[in-house]
């Protein structure tokens, strides 16, 4: 088994993307990030490799920086080798993220401790139910002149998710709602609440993120943009419609069952000292 690297997201995409795309639920998160990057919106130090075994590409990764290294559905063999080759290379990488088995197979080889973790679990849509009892209000795709706001509540997301404030996340929203992947959910006009599905790739869509602001919690419309948003998936051609929970969190879990997703796997973001 050997990894190869490149800073080219053309060259990448061609020789891991018809990998990844073998199995689009399980890969949804590198599937929707190389898109990302393939349409500029990260800069140069990205770590992009990917492992061939006899000719044929059997495992991926990707890192965006400052994010965690991403890492595919791949045996845990490839996920060793991985960290020692990023080992002789001197690489520093602040974190590890993929299904447990692998983070915890790239930590245990990986020269610094964990010192960090935050569990998640991926769902997959089964039967999409409405919200039982019904909030009040209306979904709407958002436009441009949304933008401000939900650049504001994506970084208030992000702070709340990740314990950090990240970069500039304006040209990500805006090239989102340019996609027409942004639902806010609304009350008399007033925006209470948002949720995005990327546009369908390989006929799957990731829901994320699901943000409600505090003072307007607990009063149903985070499920409801949420429903909102997958059934705009399901229109748009996505015939798998996925999200992550945090599950620390056990009412977002319980949320997202009611309105008919069910469990697929376990993952794991592991930060290192």
Same mark, same amino acid.
């Given at each position: 088994?050997?990894?190869?690297?490149?800073?080219?997201?053309?060259? @990448?995409? =061609?020789?891991?993307?018809?990998?990844?795309?073998?199995?689009?639920?399980?890969?949804?998160? *590198?599937?929707?990030?190389?898109?990302?990057?393939?349409?500029? *919106?990260?800069?140069?130090?990205?770590?992009?490799?990917?492992?061939?075994?006899?000719?044929?590409?059997?495992? !991926?990764?990707?890192?965006?920086?400052?994010?965690?290294?991403?890492?595919?559905?791949?045996?845990?063999?490839?996920?060793?080798?991985?960290?020692?080759?990023?080992?002789? !290379?001197?690489? =520093?990488?602040?974190?590890?993220?993929?299904?447990?088995?692998?983070?915890?197979?790239?930590?245990?080889?990986?020269?610094?401790?964990?010192?960090?973790?935050?569990?998640?679990?991926? @769902?997959?849509?089964?039967?999409?139910?409405?919200?039982?009892?019904?909030?009040?209000?209306?979904?709407?795709?958002?436009?441009?002149?949304?933008?401000?706001?939900? %650049?504001?509540?994506?970084?208030?997301?992000?702070?709340?998710?990740?314990?950090?404030?990240?970069?500039?996340?304006?040209?990500?929203?805006?090239?989102?709602?340019?996609?027409?992947?942004? %639902?806010?959910?609304?009350?008399?006009?007033?925006?209470?609440?948002?949720?995005?599905?990327?546009?369908?790739?390989?006929?799957?869509?990731?829901? =994320?993120? %699901?943000?409600?602001?505090?003072?307007?919690?607990?009063?149903?419309?985070?499920?409801?943009?949420?429903?909102?948003?997958?059934?705009?998936?399901?229109?748009?051609?996505?015939?798998?419609?996925?999200?992550?929970?945090?599950?620390?969190?056990?009412?977002?879990?319980?949320?997202?069952?009611?309105?008919? @997703?069910?469990?697929? !796997?376990? @993952?794991?973001?592991?930060?290192?000292?």
């Amino acid at each position: 088994m050997r990894w190869t690297f490149t800073s080219d997201p053309e060259v @990448y995409a =061609g020789a891991a993307e018809p990998w990844l795309l073998r199995d689009p639920v399980h890969n949804t998160t *590198l599937l929707t990030i190389l898109r990302a990057v393939r349409g500029g *919106l990260w800069g140069d130090d990205l770590l992009m490799g990917w492992a061939e075994h006899e000719g044929e590409t059997v495992a !991926a990764a990707l890192q965006t920086p400052p994010h965690p290294l991403l890492l595919a559905d791949m045996p845990a063999e490839a996920v060793r080798e991985l960290a020692t080759v990023l080992i002789e !290379a001197e690489r =520093g990488i602040p974190g590890v993220r993929g299904q447990v088995a692998l983070a915890e197979a790239f930590t245990d080889a990986w020269w610094r401790n964990e010192a960090e973790r935050r569990c998640e679990r991926l @769902y997959r849509l089964d039967a999409l139910l409405p919200p039982d009892p019904a909030p009040e209000g209306a979904a709407r795709t958002a436009g441009m002149d949304d933008l401000e706001l939900l %650049v504001e509540w994506s970084q208030a997301f992000q702070a709340e998710t990740e314990g950090h404030t990240p970069l500039d996340l304006t040209p990500l929203i805006a090239s989102r709602i340019g996609r027409r992947e942004l %639902v806010l959910w609304e009350v008399e006009g007033r925006p209470v609440a948002h949720a995005g599905a990327s546009a369908p790739i390989a006929g799957m869509s990731r829901v =994320g993120p %699901v943000y409600t602001p505090p003072r307007e919690r607990r009063k149903g419309y985070g499920a409801a943009a949420t429903h909102a948003v997958t059934a705009k998936a399901r229109a748009d051609g996505a015939e798998e419609v996925l999200l992550f929970t945090d599950l620390a969190n056990p009412t977002s879990n319980s949320i997202y069952q009611t309105i008919g @997703y069910r469990p697929v !796997a376990d @993952y794991a973001s592991i930060t290192f000292d």
